[in-house]
């Protein structure tokens, strides 16, 4: 499907590979897809860890929380070991750690047994996280390079919705997600195991496709960057686009490290470097992990059943592969920057109906949260309104700027330290919100993403600069 948009939609180069191309990003974008769903599974266990391992709501609250971890130590290390030993090498690598993690936290029969697979988990899902969109950003072309990179925004949430499928299937299966399914085990655990399966065909893709052509040249295989760069788009163009890489490097073409972040005549971190921390932490800041994360608690804690909250976060999934289609439509067109200012635009005032209506709640007898038909009606539309908004932009433009903002040189470090940022973000919302749950309740903590998704409408206008169209060898730090 994506070969026929593109090859229909853009001018046609006269030896440019389009379909190898296409099928090279699809495989990065599998890493995307089990990012997704490692994310997005945990949201149906919560009742059988509470079961299994006697958690209390801390305990719970960090048991979600420890894959994130893990994502930042994994994204910190990912853009560094990816320059060391290449973006393909790495995603093989985390490719085994989502299979390990899957398997050892559906088995795990003690809670620090879980925690160990879910951090595993994390380094996979950091890993992929930033490397996956930069492999595909340094292979394709500009003119349709951001519609390919949002392609994992898309795999992210398809991962997600999948998850979320999994979880209602598996545990109405069984009646409950604590309840016994197959081989005498709790539906929570094939909840993780499930997710072997793509985790073992992202491993077997990798083995098939090259490495970075960029990264080739920062290493000094220019012979093996010129084959490579031949496949994707023929003798002619290779040997300008190798030329060109070899010019963008050629001041300072020592192999990268953490100290290129700073600027030679200041000594201090590059202004490029805090756009990019700046970036990834909104798009934490706005809240939108407690919706994946914690779906199914949130809308059981305003009166819906187990299976209807499940059911309501698959609604959620697929709404949000729908707006992902609307930044793929429109990226390469309108440009990253619009997309950022709308979507922050949009969430603020979804945010704000959401924490209206919770606001006008009622706690009951149980201490849980009730809503009346109008205000649940409304809590739930503003949800999902918000959850479009971000999956048109922040979700998969962020992504996208993080994989291309960066100069060639120092592409690998700066994405570790803003990965490692943004899964710091995601650690800090996830393991807050029960806590906000207990003390200021939904309508004060949602009061608190509003009020960073309006902050983020003026961090865009000032300091976020257009990438769109621009090859990678024109970036500057």
């Excluded at 974008?29 to 009742?47: A, C, K, R």
């Excluded at 899964?423 to 993403?449: C, D, H, K, R």
């Amino acid at each position: 499907m994506n070969n026929i948009v593109l090859e229909s939609t853009l001018p046609a180069r006269q030896e440019e590979n389009t379909r190898l191309i296409v099928q090279i990003s699809c495989v990065a974008t599998l890493g995307g897809f089990l990012f997704g769903f490692d994310s997005g599974v945990i949201n149906g266990t919560v009742e059988g860890l509470k079961t299994a391992f006697h958690s209390s709501d801390t305990a719970i609250g960090f048991e979600v929380a420890s894959v994130l971890l893990g994502c930042a130590l994994g994204a910190f290390f990912a853009g560094r070991e990816a320059d060391r030993w290449g973006r393909r090498a790495v995603l093989i690598i985390s490719s085994v750690l989502f299979l390990l993690s899957a398997m050892g936290a559906g088995s795990a029969a003690a809670a620090w047994f879980f925690v160990a697979a879910r951090i595993v988990g994390g380094f996979a899902v950091g890993a992929a996280s930033v490397i996956a969109p930069a492999y595909i950003a340094e292979v394709a072309p500009a003119r349709y390079r951001g519609r390919l990179a949002t392609v994992q925004q898309i795999a992210i949430i398809s991962g997600l919705f999948c998850a979320f499928l999994s979880n209602y299937l598996l545990a109405k299966a069984a009646g409950a997600s604590t309840d016994v399914l197959w081989l005498d085990q709790a539906a929570w655990r094939w909840m993780f195991w499930v997710q072997v399966l793509p985790s073992s065909l992202f491993f077997v893709s990798l083995l098939f496709i090259p490495e970075s052509p960029r990264y080739l040249v920062v290493r000094k295989r220019d012979s093996d960057a010129a084959k490579v760069l031949s496949r994707l788009y023929g003798d002619g163009e290779a040997q300008t686009k190798l030329a060109d890489i070899r010019a963008s490097l050629a001041q300072d073409r020592h192999r990268p490290r953490l100290s290129d972040l700073l600027d030679k005549a200041s000594g201090k971190i590059r202004p490029i470097v805090w756009v990019g921390i700046g970036l990834a932490t909104f798009q934490q800041l706005v809240g939108i992990n407690v919706v994946f994360y914690y779906g199914a608690v949130l809308w059981q804690a305003v009166g819906f059943s187990e299976s209807d909250a499940l059911l309501t976060n698959v609604l959620s999934g697929a709404l949000s592969i729908g707006a992902c289609f609307i930044a793929v439509m429109l990226i390469d067109k309108v440009g990253r920057k619009p997309l950022l200012w709308v979507g922050s635009l949009g969430m603020a005032v979804s945010l704000i109906l959401v924490t209206v209506a919770f606001a006008n709640g009622s706690v009951d007898a149980h201490g849980k949260l009730a809503l009346s038909h109008a205000m649940g009606t409304l809590a739930l539309i503003a949800a999902n309104i918000y959850v479009i908004f971000f999956n048109m932009s922040w979700g998969p433009v962020m992504w996208v700027m993080l994989g291309e903002m960066f100069p060639n040189q120092i592409r690998g470090s700066g994405l570790a330290v803003a990965g490692a940022a943004q899964w710091t973000s995601n650690f800090a919302i996830t393991v807050t919100f029960p806590i906000l749950l207990a003390s200021i309740g939904l309508a004060g903590a949602y009061g608190l993403y509003a009020a960073a998704a309006i902050v983020s409408v003026f961090f865009v206008r000032r300091y976020v600069h257009e990438t769109r169209g621009k090859e990678l060898e024109q970036m500057e730090g």
